[in-house]
């Protein structure tokens, strides 16, 4: 008698149906991606596929309609397999435990004593002004300030002449509150547009009893004089966009004094892939070195289409280092301003010709670009251009 | 009475001096990492620095001959501080309990089934070839092996088509064993120049009662037609080279099926600053996405001048994802070479001319030659090519 359950070839097919219904770039991986969160950790919210997939909230939840329709997932919530789907995924127990428990793989811990300071940031949360999502702003949660701090402390950072630029989710005053455990003595400069943030976090360091510069200032603009070369860390939770990171890592190269070795940590979402090339494409282009990238190291508070999680950049400054924005910043930024997002231009390497590539484009995705050839002269070969680079002639 | 100690600012400065004695291209920043390893673990051996600082065992020990003159470390080994300089690197005492203590920062556990096969894993390390050192070949230790297996399991990777580019420290029965654990059965397949390595793997395997695809094969020449696009996920760890890396990681495009989200894990050690940059942006003209990279995943047997160690990067394929390199490779690839290891072309971007950079050239580095400006035209705009791409006129 042939069974009725779906084995893993069967999957492998719907999974590359599912992909083409729902238009997703990630490809059939991803539809794998997110099965495999199912399996592992059923039932589970639609959320939290989407942080252990990587990938946005809606485009989770329409795949796991499309699966529903295919007898893979089951019609309950939250999301769970079926009987009959379920034995495609089955693995040996030991596969399950590979993930460090204590630190849920993200290698770094808090020490009890540095979690006396929760409550008071907890305090500090509740009290400060309210997200303005016109500037991205998203508030990570008391436990992701705290491992901040613990990471600072990790690579020898905290007593660093350090500079935030943006600072609306306050890891400057869980610095400041850190160090006070043992009477240390922070550097810290904070660079924000908002004022509110700006006069929340000088107010609660001077009640701390410590200083914290705190410097009204739009990172569109170059960096203020005073600033520029005067840092040895430099932290940042940009726009997610590619402007943004190429915008923030520029000036975050600008703050740093020119010498090799210096520090960025650098909290960045994922978005799509083509995205995290780009971006990564600009952290080399910016001659930084990436020492370390911890995926999911930041939680955030309410969901957010990514699963309220961003990644972790370490980089370290070389002799290479430049920033490629020196001068204003132009065009779109924030998730916002929509375009801003993922539109980027090629230049064909033949004709250098340009075409904006991007969702609302004539041409969505590099890929469309390449299989549809250049308009001008028919060459598939193309250059992405940073965000504000003057193209070759 | 003026204290005798030495304080930060000292540190500071004598930092500084000792970058410039020992001509250190990680600057004064190279040698406080250096000194922040000893105050964290002192008494500590010159090895282990070498790894915490991430720094050559050579050059470690030079630095600390010259903080020995200057009364920083002390005379005895292994290297500590002087009673005089301890002072300024005392931190509180929750600084130091960061890196998470199950998994030593690394955030991979090895559960106590998987434990089980270590006995066997150390016979084969036992009973295999001698490590070739004319082929970059290191064997990692058998925790190395373990881990490695965790990482797949945690990425949900043992059961996708996998192939080794080079397989020496045989990660590939280390999968093997694992899986037959729970009765499963892996798709394996070697390719190495390597046929000792070759016939011990296939043997193993035959021992073991699984098959391992085995394929004798040089990668500076191009994939067998068989193996192109046919694997969903590529372990490589290549000669610790930037022709290295651009070529063991062209080879695996080549060798992944043509989709987005398939993977490749990379072992790779860290050299200067400049040449971690320079493999980063190969990922990157690659199209491939870092999903993480942590420092350190990789022991290796044996001290090695790395201090025996490498970093884990976890790369995925996007749309963008292509080979630099099609053809046949020539020039050198191994540490061996010397040549190989650090000199890159870079293009001036003015007058198109091309200038070797790296050790025993006229610019060792990039720095030098944009000091220097264009020989030919006096510009100071360079770009790196890829080693095996033709410049643009």
Redesign the interface.
Known sequence: MRSSGID?RDIAVIAAEVATAVDL??????V??VL?AVARHEPIAVRDVSRHA?LPVPIVAAICNELRRRNVVDSQRPVRLTESSRSAFA?????????????D???????A??EAIGDELDRLAEAMPEAKVELDQTHCTVDTKLRRV??M??L?L??KRMVFLGDDDLTSLSVAH??S??G?TPSITVVDVDTDVLAFIAEQARTLGVHIDTVEHDLVKPLPEALLGAFELVFTDPPYTIAGAELFLSRAASALAP????HILFAFGARR??E??AV??I???L?????????NFNDYVGAGILGGTSHMYHL?????TAPLIVGEHEGPLYSADGRAAAVRRYQCVQCKHIEPVGPGERYP???DLKQATCPQCGSEKFRPLSLNERP?R
């Open positions: 893993r770039a990630e490809g059939p991986a991803g794998l991606d495999r990587e693995v040996g127990g030991w596969q399950d435990g590979g993930r460090c428990p204590t630190c793989g993200r290698g770094i811990v808090v020490p004593e540095l613990m990471l402390a990790e020898g905290l007593t850190a160090l455990l043992t240390e010498q090799i070795g210096h892939p083509s995290t090339v990564q494409r952290i080399g282009e001659g930084l070195a990436v020492r370390s990238l911890q995926p370290r400054t070389t002799d290479e995705r590099i890929a070759k």
